[in-house]
């Protein structure tokens, strides 16, 4: 069992940066590849990034490329968004996410909802313009 608790979510004006963060429980982290997913109001929710089990790899969606970084800290247990060049279309509510993944990672895999195996309860963050 995995419990994943989100942070750093708030207010910041377009063009700004945040930093969210994601701390697992348990000691099987390096196990889990993770992810990150947003959600505005009234939309599905949709892949922001995600990271390999030992974050050589990481991938985006192509809305965030190249504004936004995902990164991880095994000995911490936690995995991060750095949020940059921010937009008001980026205002959603941002759930980070762990999968095992044990046939690999793809672009297709990382990036679905319903390969990953526990979720968190949610950051909100709002982008005003």
């Known amino acids: 069992q995995v419990q994943l608790v989100e942070s750093g979510g708030g207010l910041v004006q377009a063009g700004g940066s945040l930093r969210l963060s994601c701390e697992a429980s348990?000691?099987?982290?390096?196990?889990?590849?993770m992810g990150w997913f947003r959600q505005a109001p009234g939309k599905e929710r949709e892949f922001v990034a995600a990271?390999?089990?030992?974050?050589?790899?990481?991938y985006s969606a192509d809305s965030v490329k190249g504004r936004f970084t995902i990164s991880r800290d095994n000995a911490k247990n936690t995995v991060y968004l750095q949020m940059s060049s921010l937009k008001p279309e980026d205002t959603a509510v941002y759930y980070c996410?762990?999968?095992?993944?044990?046939?690999?990672?793809?672009?297709?895999?990382?990036?679905?909802?319903?390969?990953?195996?526990?979720w968190g309860q949610g950051t909100q963050v709002t982008v005003s313009s």
């Open positions: 996410a762990a999968g095992q993944f044990t046939s690999g990672l793809t672009i297709a895999h990382v990036s679905t909802l319903d390969d990953y195996d526990y």
């Open positions: 348990g000691r099987a982290f390096s196990r889990y590849a």
């Open positions: 990271i390999s089990w030992s974050g050589g790899t990481t």
